[in-house]
């Protein structure tokens, strides 16, 4: 996703270089104050990004779209009560977005083996998968995929770390 | 600790810290050694001295940190391997064996080196062999004169010429690292911003598979050391883990959530002919083939808790292997088929355990409570793992006996995931 967005930027600025005035001798040694001009800025397109109102919305902190993360019990892969008005959201948000897709990361806390703690994590990822799934977003829209033990938020051990490495993180095209 | 094996200790971390300004190498502390240490005199070899760096050093280092040996002091004085040792001098000096050796130049630069290895008690030779190296070879000559050492005496191969793989943490930075077993000329084979896990060496050492996140989810690569190149074994929608060769080197097991929940199959080390190895409505990962390839150990939560359990390679019916405790996870056959080492959760953490195949006895080997990733050296007597010490993440080896045990850190890092690699081919 990168070199796309990388090669079109590279466009971009191509482009802006060809539509700038030439330099020629005639016109004198004056310098052209460019921002501000007439034309006014120029916006930056990101074909990664490219969903107008929705992308504002999962970026605004008042919208709950902008909140990703799912906390877990110990050795638990229900979603909580207090995290369904959330999956609900991007749920909702991913079946009204059929374009849109999404990496969800589960995540374990760091106790025992790496790559049992592996599969623990896309047990959290599948859950959260599936309830976006049964709110109407589609299969293709979404990968599951787990960082284990791997990628901690919190690196203090203790129960509260622990707590808060027990995730699953939803991420939309462009944000991984 | 005697006076030479503190003397040596200081010696190997002046080393160590040296070495560390230019780059961060392993070094070696021994915590624990046999009850019965073979002694053994390594007399300096005649011509060393023109060796620009000496093989003698190479040799006593690697049988001492080996913790079956004592070496019997001899004095600076060379001994060539012409002459016959002076027996009854050597048994009143305690030493059970002796190895002497001479080196002579030889065409191009290198040099011949002679060695003889003597029984003090029966005043036969054990052994006599010939090597040519190179003074920049002087390590790996060192290595492979201490495993024809460490055969003749103990009758199992030695592994001093092996080499280890495994994982450094420093910051941000992911490092899989490759170092002689003794923890000198560590290479990188991989630098990544993001977690590479579960190395798993190909039979003939060629090549390592593992997990690398670079993707942001996990990915399963097999890597030609030599070349560089990399190949995708595994990268399906969900993620890839846990590779493990076959004894052939022709498959890998992975795991993989294509289908739904982490689930066994093999694939082709170039990603082609993926085959379902089994089917379960639970976990199951960590697989490992044993020696002969008849098995496949793994690690499954289909009884509730994580425990160790068995299929035919070839499929059918899973057999559970551990009963003991609540959480027995990253089963390793070892290389001659009698034992398996695993993680075992008990009242101290997270230890190494050993298990009988044959019996199913099982016993703690460790005395650290954050074990993980054990494997057994190609010999089936060490196991090397990863284990945490003040904090920091650290590799470990203990004999498959519990007896001897070192210690391997870098400083300023944290290092995890060891891997040990097969004998020299």
Request: proline residues 6%; contains cysteine; aromatic residues 8%.
């Amino acid at each position: 996703m990168r070199y796309p967005l990388a090669a079109s930027m590279l466009a971009l600025a191509l482009l802006a270089g060809c539509s700038s005035t030439p330099m020629t001798a005639d016109q004198g040694a004056s310098v052209e104050d460019r921002t501000a001009s007439s034309a006014g800025t120029i916006p930056t397109v990101r074909p990664d990004q490219m969903q107008g109102a929705g992308l504002a919305a999962l970026r605004d902190p008042n919208n709950i779209l902008s909140k990703r993360a799912i906390m877990f019990d110990y050795d638990s892969f229900t979603i909580r009560g207090e995290f369904m008005p959330l999956v609900e959201a991007h749920g909702r948000f991913l079946a009204a977005n059929p374009q849109m897709k999404m990496l969800i990361q589960g995540s374990a806390d760091e106790r025992g083996s790496r790559e049992y703690n592996l599969a623990l994590g896309q047990k959290r990822s599948d859950a959260v998968k599936k309830s976006l799934m049964l709110l109407g977003a589609k299969e293709g829209q979404i990968e599951s995929v787990s960082l284990g033990e791997e990628k901690p938020q919190c690196t203090e051990r203790n129960e509260a770390c622990y707590a808060e490495n027990r995730r699953g993180e939803m991420l939309y095209a462009g944000e991984f | 600790m005697k006076l030479t094996d503190l003397f040596r200790y200081l010696l190997i971390t002046l080393l160590a810290a040296t070495a560390l300004s230019a780059r961060a190498q392993l070094s070696i502390e021994i915590t624990g050694a046999g009850a019965n240490r073979f002694p053994v005199a390594i007399a300096v070899m005649e011509g060393e001295s023109q060796l620009p760096r000496g093989v003698t050093d190479v040799v006593r280092g690697d049988l001492e940190r080996s913790g079956l040996f004592s070496l019997v002091e001899m004095g600076p004085k060379p001994v060539g391997e012409a002459a016959t040792p002076d027996f009854a001098y050597l048994r009143t000096r305690g030493a059970d064996a002796i190895a002497v050796g001479t080196v002579v130049p030889a065409q191009s630069g290198k040099y011949e080196l002679r060695m003889r290895l003597y029984d003090t008690r029966q005043e036969a030779q054990l052994d006599a062999l010939t090597l040519t190296m190179t003074p920049a070879q002087y390590r790996i000559t060192g290595h492979k004169i201490a495993d024809i050492i460490y055969e003749r005496i103990t009758g199992l191969k030695g592994v001093f010429s092996t080499q280890i793989a495994y994982v450094v943490k420093s910051g941000k930075q992911y490092k899989l690292q490759i170092a002689d077993s003794d923890g000198a000329n560590p290479q990188t084979a991989l630098a990544s911003n993001e977690p590479i896990i579960s190395p798993s060496w190909s039979p003939d050492g060629s090549r390592l598979a593992y997990v690398s996140f670079e993707a942001k989810k996990p990915v399963v690569y097999v890597h030609t050391l030599a070349t560089g190149l990399r190949a995708v074994a595994a990268n399906f929608k969900g993620s890839n883990s846990a590779p493990s060769w076959s004894p052939d080197g022709s498959r890998l097991a992975v795991v993989l959530t294509k289908d739904g929940l982490s689930q066994m199959y093999t694939v082709n080390p170039d990603g082609s002919g993926v085959t379902r190895l089994a089917s379960s409505s639970s976990i199951d990962t960590e697989p490992a083939f044993s020696h002969d390839g008849q098995w496949i150990y793994f690690t499954s939560d289909r009884g509730g808790s994580p425990q160790i359990y068995r299929i035919p390679a070839q499929g059918g019916r899973a057999e559970r292997v551990t009963f003991e405790g609540s959480y027995n996870v990253t089963p390793r056959p070892s290389p001659d088929g009698q034992t398996m080492t695993y993680i075992a959760r008990t009242a101290n953490g997270f230890q190494v355990a050993i298990m009988d195949v044959a019996t199913r006895q099982f016993a703690v080997l460790t005395d650290t409570g954050r074990d993980e990733s054990p494997s057994f050296a190609p010999n089936s007597r060490m196991i090397l793992y990863a284990t945490e010490i003040g904090g920091r993440g650290v590799l470990a080896a203990v004999s498959s006996d519990g007896r001897i045990k070192q210690r391997l850190s870098v400083q300023a890092a944290d290092v995890r995931e060891p891997a040990w690699g097969p004998l020299p081919r």
